[in-house]
């Protein structure tokens, strides 16, 4: 299985800049697919960026051009870089992988979610 750590959120003014970090750990054949996904108070989680282990991104459409997602596969870590941030950035961030793994039941895909970290843009 694999456990998520998030790690970098916190309280930033509008216009500042904040980077998020999710390292994963645990007994795992290989991670596919990570990302990054955030929930604001009263809203739905969506989707903020995703990046294949060949490094192909995507983005929603509110974050292109302010957000950089990055990883890398020897650390099995994933970043989110945050620029120019916004009040409406306000929300949980929650780190996302898919990965694979062999047991008794042979090869199984699965999904890895962190505890999430607070992202708090405010004057």
């Known amino acids: 299985q694999v456990q998520l750590v998030e790690s970098g959120g916190g309280l930033v003014q509008p216009g500042g800049s904040l980077r998020l970090t999710c390292a994963a750990s645990?007994?795992?054949?290989?991670?596919?697919?990570m990302g990054w996904y955030r929930q604001a108070p009263g809203k739905q989680r969506e989707l903020v960026a995703t990046?294949?282990?060949?490094?192909?991104?995507n983005y929603a459409d509110s974050v292109k051009g302010r957000f950089t997602i990055s990883r890398d596969n020897a650390k099995n870590t994933v970043y989110l870089q945050m620029n120019s941030l916004k009040p409406e950035d306000t929300a949980v961030y929650y780190c996302?992988?898919?990965?694979?793994?062999?047991?008794?039941?042979?090869?199984?895909?699965?999904?890895?979610w962190g505890q999430g970290t607070l992202v708090t843009v405010s004057s």
């Open positions: 990046i294949t282990s060949g490094g192909s991104t």
């Open positions: 645990g007994s795992f054949l290989r991670i596919h697919d």
């Open positions: 996302n992988a898919d990965y694979r793994l062999i047991d008794s039941r042979g090869l199984r895909a699965l999904d890895a």
